[in-house]
């Protein structure tokens, strides 16, 4: 009987192909019009706050475009990175609990690639509108633009090198992944526990090099936005909010094929501890969220406050920045407090989708008014887009999942895993 469990494969049917689709395409039409709102509301004119005397900068539809790009990708990869992350430190800690759902998060690492090539179009289009350490003149002495801070860190922040850290860190995270993957598929067919060892040595080089160019990534994706602007726990930060909306997904999907009849060997301990990470990692988020503000706060130096004055104390994004803490703290936090909560899988089912919304507003809050200042928004455009990246990733995770068998059969401690119970 558990034999026949075990072989059961997810079907991505043909419904649900037209399902992502159709939110695929509602999410362009909602982006077109959300860009026609824009340039016929007049707010394609608007000046930019801060130029100097005699200067004219115009806000331009563009430049909202290629920030949601920006929030989007950033985003995306983060959830690609965490399903590598998740299988990578299960083989590290020798868990056993999860082998019966690790097929999930693996299938997450295939949109490394997809996220590589956008990262480096959209930076190379629109790294001027999103990135004001990219203007040569701030770097020229002779000019009335030249800026001693940004100049001094053109060592680290260059485009060449830029680039080349972009290309290195997608190539080594698919490389990694796809070599755990091919282990993976391979423990399949011929059983054992060579393949297990390999992956282990393998997820524990993809752990530290992911300590590092996660940390590194925060600060090219996120913290170079605001080029003044810098805090230690930046690296820290991003990783928490990815961190935690990864688990959303795994778990979201986990519970929805339970619901479905898929990953009958999944019981309400499995989901229990995936719902426990949820609510333990929204707590970890808080406390970096805090750690960060109160530690500003308290020293009140004008080149660190400022990032929170522009989102704490503007009309535009106040109200985004509270609800960005009740979201993401307040109601998982409360939700999933009750033992009871974490065992079922409608509770998740409604949790985990205002977990993953709740972080793309923080990923919007970090990158929104650092590129478009007073002009940014939630509209048409970013709901659309949000729609085009959410179903092209699921669609590219649904069609791997359903090409090898759900559960890793030959896991050496898939045994481990069928009895698991807290």
Not at 90 to 114: D, H, N, T, V
Not at 259 to 279: A, S, T
Not at 374 to 390: A, D, H, K, Q, S
Request: proline fraction near 3%; aromatic fraction near 18%; glycine fraction near 6%.
């Amino acid at each position: 009987m558990t034999e026949k469990l075990i072989e059961k494969s997810y079907i991505f049917t043909t419904l649900t192909k037209k399902r992502l689709l159709i939110v695929g395409i509602i999410g362009v039409v909602l982006s077109l019009l959300g860009i026609l709102l824009i340039v016929n509301s007049g707010h394609n004119e608007i000046h930019s706050a801060n130029v100097s005397e005699g200067e004219h900068s115009v806000f331009h539809w563009t430049q909202r475009l290629f920030a949601n790009l920006w929030i989007n990708n950033v985003f995306f990869t983060g959830l690609s990175l965490i399903g590598v992350f998740f299988v990578a430190i299960q083989y590290a800690a020798q868990a056993g609990w999860s082998a019966g759902i690790k097929r999930i998060p693996e299938a997450f690492g295939y949109w490394l690639p997809i996220a590589g090539v956008l990262t480096l179009v959209i930076f190379l289009v629109a790294k001027h509108d999103l990135f004001h350490w990219t203007h040569e003149s701030l770097y020229d002495k002779s000019s009335s633009e030249y800026d001693s801070i940004i100049d001094g860190k053109k060592a680290f922040l260059n485009i060449p090198f830029y680039l080349t850290r972009i290309v290195v860190f997608f190539s080594v995270w698919f490389f990694l992944f796809w070599v755990i993957r091919k282990h993976s598929l391979a423990e399949d067919i011929d059983g054992g526990h060579i393949y297990w060892k390999k992956i282990r040595v393998l997820s524990t080089i993809f752990l530290v090099f992911f300590a590092v160019s996660s940390s590194i990534s925060a600060w090219d994706w996120i913290l170079s936005i605001d080029t003044h602007w810098f805090s230690t726990m930046i690296g820290w930060y991003v990783f928490a909010s990815w961190w935690v909306s990864g688990l959303a997904l795994i778990t979201y999907i986990v519970a929805s094929l339970k619901d479905r009849g898929y990953l009958n060997i999944i019981n309400e301990n499995h989901l229990h501890d995936l719902g426990k990470f949820v609510w333990g990692f929204s707590i970890f988020w808080t406390y970096i969220w805090f750690s960060q503000f109160l530690l500003i706060y308290y020293a009140h130096i004008p080149e660190e406050t400022i990032y929170f004055l522009q989102r704490w104390k503007s009309d535009h994004y106040a109200p985004i920045f509270f609800i960005n803490l009740i979201v993401n703290f307040f109601l998982p936090f409360l939700i999933l407090m009750p033992r009871d909560a974490k065992r079922y899988t409608r509770t998740l089912k409604l949790v985990c989708p205002i977990v993953i919304l709740g972080h793309w507003l923080d990923f919007y809050l970090m990158v929104t008014p650092g590129t478009l200042k007073e002009n940014g928004g939630i509209g048409f455009l970013e709901i659309g887009l949000l729609c085009v990246y959410f179903a092209a990733f699921l669609y590219v995770i649904l069609s791997h999942l359903a090409k090898v068998p759900l559960v890793a059969k030959n896991h050496p401690l898939l045994e481990e895993s069928l009895h698991h119970h807290i």
